[in-house]
Structure formats: C-alpha cells, structure tokens
C-alpha cells in the first residue's frame, strides 16, 4: 500500500518544518521519501488547507496498573453517567473520569493520540499493568517503573552499597518490569508512611532507614545516567500539594547537581503561602529556575474544573488528602515491599479559591517556561483532569482573549493573586506540537516516532485549522497509526494494536544473588515470578516490543 499525503502544511519541529506545504509519502507502515521512478499511488489525501502533525504521545498518563482498577471500583456512577455502546468495529465500555482500557484507546485516538506513557509501573505489578495496557487498542504505550521507596533500594543505601550496586539492581529491574524510564514518587516516603510518619521533607530521614529524599534522587538520577537511559529519572517530588512546596522544589533542583531530571507534574509542586489563605503561586521563581537549569524537564499537571479522580504511589498524600475526596470515599494501600497507592476521587471548582488558583498556576507554568522542548502537556490524567480535556487546555495556551474571559469566572480573590490577566503569550502550533509530539518523543528517546521524516513510523494526525483551537483538536480529520487510517473526522473507523517500548540496559546477573534471598524472606512472589518475559507481551499475537538503543548505543 502506498499513500500520498498531498499539499497539506506541515509541522513537524524534529525536523524544523515551520507551517511548510510538504506532500507525505508512506509504505509499509512508514515514512518513506519521495519515489525517484514512477510508484503507483494507491490512495491519495489532498490535503490542501489541512494542518499535518505527528501523532501526538502523552508522555505522563495513569493508563495501566492497579490503582486504575480501584478509581474504576470506587466510582459506579462516573461511569453510569457516561456508557459507551459497541459498535460493528469498537467494543464498549464506560467513560469519563477513568475510562475503561478500550475507551482510554479510542478517544486518545479520536483526538490524534498515538501513544500514551505510563508513569507508575509498580515492578511488582507489572504484569498487571502491561496486561492492562496491552487491551488498550491503537496506541503505543509503555511504563516508568517505580522505585525509591522499595525496601531493597532503602537497604542498598543503609549498607552503603556502591553506585554500581545500584546501576545493576535498577537496570535488573527496568528488564524485570518490561519498563522505559525510571520513575520516583515522594522518594522515600511512600516507605516512611509505614512507619508511621506523615511528612517528609528532602533532607529529612525516613525514620526506620536514615536515608534522605534527597540520597535517593541522587543515587537513582546517577544510576539512570550511568546505565545510559535516555529519559531522564522521572521525579515526582517530596510535599506534593503542600502550601509553602515551591522550597523544596526549588532545593530538589538545586540538590540534583547538573544530572537530568524530569520533574512531572510541577504544577502540584509550586505553592507559596502568601496572601490571606496562606496559599499562593511559586510559579514564577520555579519557572525562572527552569529557564536557567537546562538539565531540567518538566510536565505541568494541569487542572481543568470538573469531575476527575485522583490516583498516587504517594499513599502519604493521598492519606493527607483524603478529607478533600468528592465524592467523600477514599482508598490509601501499602503494596508488599515496593510501595503504596491512594486513590480518592475529586471535583475541582472554579468559585474555590485554592482550586481556582491552581487552574491559575498551571497555566502560569505554560506561558512563562520559555523552551518549548522542556515542557510537556499533561494533566496527569486523571489526577488534573481526564485526557480528553486537552482540546480545552490547548485552546488555553493558545488563545489570550478566551484564556481571560475564562480567568475573569474564577473565584476574585484567586484572580487577585495570578499575573495570569498580565502575560501575552499564545502557544503557536509549531510549539504545540514540540510539547506534544517531537519534544515527547525525544525526551523518551523513541527513535522513530514523534517526526515526520522518512523513516519514521507513519503516526500522523491531520487537523482542520480552525481559530477555535480546542474544535481544532478535538475532532482530526485523519489519524494514521503506523501507515493505517484509524480515524476519519473525529471517529475511529479502524483499530490495530500499537507496541510497547522498553530498554534494556545492561547489567551484571549476579545482582540476583541478594535478591533471590530478599524475595524468598519477604516477598509473596518469587524471583522468577517478578520477572516479567518478552513472550508476555508479545505470545497473544497483538502486542509487540520495541527495544529502544542506550545512550552511547551506535545507531
Ligand atoms: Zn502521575
């Protein structure tokens, strides 16, 4: 099948084309370039007046595991208010706050989505999770693992373990979890919490081990680097929603001396406590931080008002939370050895204060982060808001004058203490689709998605410029997923399976010495057990991996 995509205008910033007309040509799957001889054109798209993107990859989404499950459980009527029927080429299922896996997959789609990542894959969940996202169609996906409060790591530093000690056991367990990235949430205090304590800062011991937040972002960041992960260790820090938070991410960024860091989520971690309600915006001395610390990558974490549910490893601040739970039910669990869950669901409101400034701050945290490359587009689904508020938030970004007649709604003390009114900036389309294509891909370090070059998978989404950004997005004319047309005017007319992209690091087998002795003391799965095989993933004929190359890797 060969198919011409032609004179549509092009963004595509991994090769710097700017809003350029180009024709696209794909074959087998891929991008291919221009035919030098005479190719029968099996079907061709004009294009003309349509805006070409890669397909967009949400970097941070809480598509798989099993605090999923428990935000689905817990909230009947979240789904009742939105069922999903069959259709002759889709399955049903049920919506909203925390869709069902096949939902996840065909509205992601539906808005241009092609990937989704991830970020909490317990390694002793891990089957879990991937099984999960293996029934989540179209998309590609994979998952950061979590470490940092499990037991085995805190005992490494207790005994003083040297950094390749822990470069071995990381990349064990990247292999053992089928994982992409490396992810830490609340470093330490997840493992703190069962020891009953209910804050913990970065430089303050977690009581039964000694070791601080901030050991442990240094020897995990180190070990990321050093077994050559592309995607920088994925922190989700200490203080999650505490007033007065803004310190200590400006100390975690500080305190990580130069090493790659991606910080998700920084929305949750930018409060203040001036004014009135001891509550207010840190945005501005975190963004200037990040302008300055080019090792820096965040994620925003948006929320949008509205119905959602909140779902964290940070059991500590879920429990904190707990009181806020809308409706009032809630769920806090440790997990074995590795680490703990909170899942409480949540309505953000614009006539209160604290969640109208929080609106505020992440938008704030948009516009005044200068390098598009740096900063991604999330809303932490479902913790912000659910995915498919997207459309919404890009016309935030996008358009100045809706962005205020929005912000003139919000609770008036909450408007007093944001610069929102004062900043000009719109997001262009070419810097969209760095946050949420080229930029996504290459701080994950896929190789040969998020660009419209030859060679690259054919993941691409056609939209209908239209100056209402969010009908723009939330309704492509087309979506291609790897050379296949799975959407047509913002409906799926065709479904496929995407694959699942790992690394493998290398590492020294005799790691398991240690650990086979750890899991058959502690643990209720064996060694064997935890680990999880390619065939896994792979023996259902549907899903498939994709093994991305190491830094320092020949290409
Ligand atoms: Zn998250």
Redesign the pocket.
């Known amino acids: 099948m060969f198919i011409k995509l032609t004179g549509g205008t092009v963004y595509d910033p991994a090769s710097g084309v700017d809003g350029q007309q180009q024709d696209i040509y794909i074959q087998d799957g891929r991008i291919v370039k221009k035919p030098t001889e005479d190719v029968k054109v099996d079907k061709e798209y004009d294009l003309k007046g349509k805006v070409v993107m890669s397909g967009a990859i949400d970097m ?1 989404t ?1 598509i798989g595991g099993g605090k999923g499950n428990i935000a689905r459980t817990l909230l009947p009527e979240d789904h009742r208010n939105d069922p999903v029927h069959r259709s002759d080429i889709t399955r049903s299922g049920c919506g909203h706050a925390m869709p069902s896996s096949f939902v996840t997959g065909y509205r992601y789609a539906e808005m241009g989505y092609t990937a989704g990542f991830e ?2 894959v317990l390694p002793i969940n891990a089957r879990q999770a991937h099984m999960e996202m293996a029934d989540i169609p179209i998309l590609d996906k994979g998952g950061y693992v979590m470490m940092g409060s499990d037991d085995y790591l805190l005992r490494m530093l207790t005994a003083k373990k040297d950094q390749k000690a822990i470069n071995d056991y990381v990349a064990w367990t990247m292999h053992a979890a089928k994982a992409i990235g490396v992810k830490v949430v609340n470093p330490g205090g997840i493992s703190a919490f069962k020891f009953n304590q209910r804050k913990l800062d970065l430089d303050e011991q977690n009581a039964h081990y000694g070791v601080t937040p901030r050991d442990i972002l240094r020897v995990l960041a180190t070990a990321v680097k050093e077994i050559g992960v592309t995607h920088p260790l994925h922190v ?1 820090g200490c203080n999650l929603g505490v007033p007065g938070n803004m310190q200590t991410t400006l100390d975690t960024i500080q305190g990580i001396g130069g090493l790659p860091m991606h910080l ?2 920084i929305q949750f971690h930018s409060y203040g406590t001036e004014g009135d309600f001891k509550f207010s915006s840190g945005v501005a001395e975190i963004a200037e931080a990040i302008n300055r610390n080019k090792n820096i990558t965040i994620d925003v974490g948006q929320i949008l008002f509205g119905q959602t549910v909140t779902a ?1 490893g940070d059991s500590m601040r879920q429990h904190a939370n707990h009181k806020h739970g809308s409706p009032n039910k809630w769920v806090t669990m440790d997990i074995e050895c590795d680490a703990g869950c909170g899942v409480v669901p949540f309505k953000y409101k614009d006539k209160n204060f604290v969640n109208a400034l929080q609106w505020a701050i992440g938008l704030e945290t948009f516009l005044l982060v200068d390098d598009p490359w740096r900063i991604f587009l999330t809303t ?1 689904h479902p ?1 912000g808001a659910p995915f498919t508020s997207y459309p919404h938030l890009i016309r935030l970004l996008m358009d100045r004058s809706f962005r205020n007649e929005v912000l003139s709604t919000i609770h008036p003390e909450a408007q007093k203490m944001t610069t929102l009114a004062s900043i000009e900036r719109e997001y262009t389309l070419q810097e969209i689709a760095i946050m949420t294509r080229a930029g996504a891909a290459k701080l994950i370090g896929l190789k040969d998605r998020g660009g419209l070059s030859a060679g690259n998978w054919a993941d691409i989404t056609i939209y209908t410029d239209n100056n209402d950004r969010q009908k723009m997005f939330e309704k492509p004319d087309y979506v291609f997923k790897d050379g296949q047309l799975v959407v047509v005017d913002g409906k799926v007319v065709s479904t496929k399976w995407g694959t699942t992209h790992v690394v493998k690091p290398d590492f020294d087998p005799s790691v398991e010495k240690g650990l086979k002795d750890y899991f058959d003391r502690f643990l209720t799965m064996k060694l064997g057990n935890f680990k999880m095989s390619d065939d896994e993933i792979t023996e259902d004929g549907r899903g498939s991996i994709t093994v991305h190359p190491l830094n320092g890797d020949v290409a």
């Open positions: 941070h809480h970020p909490a989700h998700t989520h964290s932490d913790n």
